[in-house]
């Protein structure tokens, strides 16, 4: 079953605290993405990852860094989060060959930082 | 940067009724997908066009393969189901993926 798994699915941090985003997938893709999505700007880029130990920056990597060290694992943080990271976050993975480079997304996360 | 600009921004149709929607370019891209989000907020895969068109179901998608500046995703026959955001997704040469902000289809009874 292919599939992008994404925890937590809902998350409240304090302005300050150091947040984990974990996202999973289990079709041995090798790039894997980090997206925010707010109200009318729809969804921006902020890592991708295109294998372990391999990531850059997307367009708004500031304040988030990530880590990947296993294929199927890739994880999003914020050192010291700010209320301007309030977002809907969403993790996606491809092939990244040809045809086959459909994104297929988690569910998303909704981190609210007060 | 790159942009990409989707029309309209919110469209609402009567089920069975037809409609098309569009995404433009600012420069030459190598492909597009399209992605609709429903209310719970999932993004599915709906189209990857390297060029022409492709068909499932109701839905057909085109990418000019001429000047590869817009795409469009065709609904026939809609029904209460298709209701969502549609997000088109290009891709230049350089292999970066740039979403439009989308579009915001409601179908009535």
């Known amino acids: 079953d292919m599939k992008v798994t994404q925890m937590p699915r809902y998350l409240i941090k304090r302005m300050g605290e150091n947040v984990l985003l974990e996202c999973g997938q289990d079709?041995?893709?090798?790039?894997m993405y980090w997206y925010r999505q707010d109200p009318g700007l729809g969804l921006q880029l902020i890592y991708i990852s295109y294998d372990v130990d391999s990531n850059s920056e997307g367009d708004i990597p500031k304040g988030y860094r990530v880590s990947r060290k296993k294929r199927e694992h890739f994880s999003l943080i914020l050192d010291s989060a700010k209320t301007n990271q309030t977002s809907v976050y969403f993790c996606?993975?491809?092939?990244?060959?040809?045809?086959?480079?459909?994104?297929?997304f988690g569910s998303g996360t909704r981190l609210t930082v007060l | 940067g790159d942009q990409v600009e989707q029309s309209p921004s919110a469209l609402s149709l009567h089920e069975g009724t037809d409609s098309a929607l569009r995404c433009n370019f600012t420069?030459?891209?190598?492909?597009v997908q399209w992605f609709r989000q429903n209310s719970r907020g999932s993004l599915i895969s709906l189209f990857y066009l390297a060029s022409g068109t492709k068909e499932n179901g109701r839905l057909k998608s085109a990418f000019d393969s001429k000047e590869r500046r817009y795409s469009t995703l065709h609904i026939r026959d809609a029904q209460l189901e298709d209701s969502g955001t549609y997000f088109c997704a290009a891709e230049n040469a350089g292999a970066k993926l740039t979403f439009g902000g989308g579009t915001r289809l409601t179908v009535r009874p």
């Open positions: 420069t030459t891209m190598r492909s």
């Open positions: 079709m041995s893709h090798e790039t």
């Open positions: 996606a993975s491809s092939s990244g060959q040809g045809d086959a480079e459909t994104l297929y």
